[in-house]
């Protein structure tokens, strides 16, 4: 039995059954990333790198152009919609990256998400990344 959604859906995947182990990791994903989210690792610890003082935002944002992420196939506005409530008795995590989102911008809207980049800072790696995108 999995637990990871089919391709193309951002429905998050059942509840883990109690007696099922998690799965193991990869050695260089990031543990601040849940079990059920697909892998932001490396945009995650570049933003760490530079929220610690590591690295400069100018390094920051020449690692964040080099992956060449492209937007979000519905738009990287989507990115930061909030989403609704869940259902009573739903847990809801924001550092789970739906699966759809990987290989996208997503990866770096996430590193928002997990308290590495400020809103503004995240915007500006956006407007370089992305200078034609809809905002």
């Known amino acids: 039995m999995t637990t990871k959604p089919p391709p193309g859906s951002?429905?998050?995947p059942p509840p883990r059954p109690a007696d099922m182990p998690e799965p193991e990791r990869a050695s260089s994903?990031?543990?601040r990333i849940p079990p059920d989210s697909a892998d932001y690792s490396s945009v995650l610890a570049d933003?760490?790198?530079y929220k610690r003082g590591d690295i400069s935002?100018?390094?920051l944002q020449r690692r964040v152009l080099a992956r060449a992420l492209p937007p979000h196939g519905l738009g990287d506005a989507y990115l930061l919609m909030s989403p609704p409530p869940p259902p009573p008795g739903v847990h809801?995590?924001?550092r789970v990256m739906p699966s759809d989102w990987a290989g996208t911008w997503g990866e770096?809207?996430?590193?928002?998400?997990?308290?590495?980049?400020?809103r503004d800072e995240y915007d500006r790696l956006?407007?370089?990344a992305h200078p034609t995108c809809a905002r």
Do not use: C, I, K, Y
């Open 108 to 118: 770096v809207a996430m590193t928002h998400f997990a308290g590495e980049l400020t």
């Open 57 to 59: 935002f100018e390094e």
């Open 10 to 12: 951002s429905r998050p």
């Open 126 to 128: 956006h407007r370089a």
């Open 92 to 94: 809801f995590d924001p």
């Open 47 to 49: 933003a760490t790198l």
């Open 29 to 31: 994903r990031d543990p």
